[in-house]
């Protein structure tokens, strides 16, 4: 689930706007939360949800770049090798057409492979898919092999989602219960729903969270970016945590993530990942040691991963895997038996379902952004800056009257528990006789 995500504003305020967040507006013609969920106990009309389109990244990038070479080449000679990009103000036309909250969705394209994940029937198997999972996520998150940078979400940007899983048996109650109070409300039976919100602007962070009741599993995490320029590349580290939880089990899995780069962006640019990265499992004692290995200068191949799973209790070696976190994924075992641990090249992904755009809040992704994908759509490069500039003089609006008045920004979904934001209503904690709220 890995993009280039730094920053494309001028000033700081570039994260922070009132006008999105300001909870219980509304615009003509428009549908309010509450008139959605609230007043209809999470009832939807279904022809207001739909299944994403494949927002494949396959338009000319190459053409893109080498129509627009000039303003790369004044871009690149603003900065020095070292340089913090925050303040540095990118051409539109390498924008990805989405948010980066609904980039962070695409880590659920495989959504078999995480709601699979508690069927282990014993600790290490769990452990086991949950490695498995976690490599299918960076190459579900990019279908293709060019770098484009998303749009940065703005303070209080919410995007939601569902996946039908289907699975063909009749839903109890009490899980149809905890669907509608949970952070879809619209989404269908037997799903698998996702929120993400902008959190804070200084630092950019977002908040994410996903749960499939009737596995009892959830995963929930924060991330932020600081991203720096190498000459010909982009480097970005993310600064974050995932934490996957298979609440039958009372098991929480912990997650770190690499580092990401922007390779040959005077040309065509292509993503690569680097860099060490763990999860582990506190209760049960298993540890995997993660790291994606950057292409040599000379030879070598592109996009190579290797891992060891170890029971730290015991110091046993479960295996070790190498391979392309975008092809095939090996196993070696301690008795020299070698499979396929991970085949991405064959796996099925499942289409997310949405709002329409006409249907969303004001605040979410889509609705937030809708001009400008419109405009990048349309190849209008001009109409497209004039979209991007707009919705920043409405940040900086926003925070202007927030500090004028003295307020501070609320989230609505998301909290700052320690130093970590977490989903403000988590699956346990509505779940009927659950003790552990």
């Not at 770049?65 to 603003?78: D, E």
């Not at 219960?177 to 619209?186: D, E, F, T, Y």
Request: net charge negative; with cysteine; hydrophobic share 30%.
């Amino acid at each position: 689930m890995y993009y280039l995500c730094y920053s494309d504003s001028d000033t700081d305020y570039f994260y922070d706007v009132e006008t999105f967040s300001t909870e219980g507006e509304n615009t003509p013609g428009h549908k309010s939360d509450e008139d959605t969920e609230t007043n209809k106990s999470g009832y939807l009309d279904p022809h207001d949800v739909i299944v994403d389109e494949e927002l494949e990244e396959l338009d000319n990038v190459f053409e893109g770049v080498s129509q627009h070479k000039g303003v790369l080449m004044h871009m690149a000679s603003q900065v020095k090798v070292g340089m913090d990009l925050t303040r540095i103000t990118l051409p539109t036309f390498i924008l990805e057409k989405r948010s980066l909250l609904e980039m962070y969705a695409e880590f659920l394209s495989y959504p078999h492979l995480f709601t699979s994940i508690p069927e282990g029937d014993t600790a290490e198997k769990r452990f086991i898919k949950c490695v498995q999972y976690f490599l299918s996520t960076f190459s579900a998150a990019r279908k293709g092999t060019i770098a484009k940078k998303p749009y940065n979400p703005v303070i209080g940007e919410v995007f939601r989602c569902y996946w039908d899983m289907s699975q063909r048996r009749p839903m109890m109650e009490e899980e149809s219960q905890l669907i509608k109070r949970g952070p879809v409300p619209w989404a269908g039976h037997d799903s698998l729903t996702f929120i993400a919100e902008q959190v804070s602007h200084h630092p950019p962070i977002s908040g994410f969270y996903a749960e499939y009741p009737s596995k009892l599993i959830s995963v929930s995490g924060h991330n932020w970016t600081q991203s720096k320029y190498f000459g010909l590349s982009i480097g970005v580290h993310n600064v974050g945590i995932i934490r996957l939880n298979l609440h039958e089990f009372d098991e929480e899995y912990t997650c770190t993530l690499p580092k990401a780069y922007g390779r040959s962006i005077l040309t065509v640019p292509w993503i690569e990942i680097g860099g060490k990265c763990y999860m582990e499992c506190s209760k049960t004692g298993y540890l995997a040691n993660i790291e994606f290995h950057c292409k040599p200068f000379y030879g070598g191949k592109k996009h190579r991963v290797t891992a060891e799973i170890t029971h730290q209790p015991t110091g046993r070696l479960v295996m070790k895997i190498d391979g392309e976190w975008n092809g095939v994924i090996f196993a070696d075992y301690p008795d020299g038996n070698r499979e396929i641990f991970l085949d991405t090249l064959n796996l099925q992904t499942v289409m997310k379902k949405i709002k329409k755009v006409d249907a969303m809040e004001k605040h979410e992704s889509r609705y937030v952004w809708k001009d400008l994908t419109t405009a990048l759509r349309a190849e209008d490069l001009e109409r497209a800056t004039d979209a991007k500039h707009a919705v920043e003089e409405q940040q900086r609006a926003g925070v202007r009257e927030r500090n004028e008045k003295g307020e501070v920004f609320r989230t609505r979904y998301f909290d700052l528990i320690g130093e970590e934001w977490k989903y403000k209503h988590p699956l346990m904690s509505r779940v009927p006789g659950n003790t552990n709220k």
